[in-house]
Nanobody, 122 residues
Framework: QVQLVESGGGLVQAGGSLRLSCAAP????????MAWFRQAPGKEREFVTV????????YYADSVKGRFTISRDNVKNIRYLQMNSLKPEDTAVYYC???????????????WGQGTQVTVSS
């Protein structure tokens, strides 16, 4: 089964930074839009950001705009989420996902990782 693998999560103080990575061992996702979603305890999963197949287009949720940056390296087959100025409300499990369409709805995404925990302390 195709699998995306996230890494880079952890515990950080408010105002700090983390960089998440999303790898896809054994399969290339260069022809897919890639996104990050997150789910906080007791809340529904929410969209964070998406990047187009080429990397030329990106879109961010208002809550992370100006603080988070999504990028991709199609040669290395890795996607990144650089998170700066982290806030306690950013605490969640972060998921990488792949879709044949460029969108912000989780039902549009066919492939998902297992998630990586990000905890921001105040």
């Amino acid at each position: 089964q195709v699998q995306l693998v996230e890494s880079g999560g952890g515990l950080v103080q408010a105002g700090g930074s983390l960089r998440l990575s999303c790898a896809a061992p054994g399969r290339t996702f260069s022809s897919y839009a890639m996104a990050w979603f997150r789910q906080a305890p007791g809340k529904e999963r929410e969209f964070v950001t998406v990047i187009s197949r080429s990397g030329g287009r990106t879109y961010y949720a208002d809550s992370v705009k100006g603080r988070f940056t999504i990028s991709r390296d199609n040669v290395k087959n890795i996607r990144y989420l650089q998170m700066n100025s982290l806030k306690p409300e950013d605490t969640a499990v972060y998921y990488c996902a792949a879709s044949s369409t460029y969108g912000a709805l989780d039902r549009e995404y066919d492939y998902w990782g297992q998630g990586t925990q990000v905890t921001v302390s105040s």
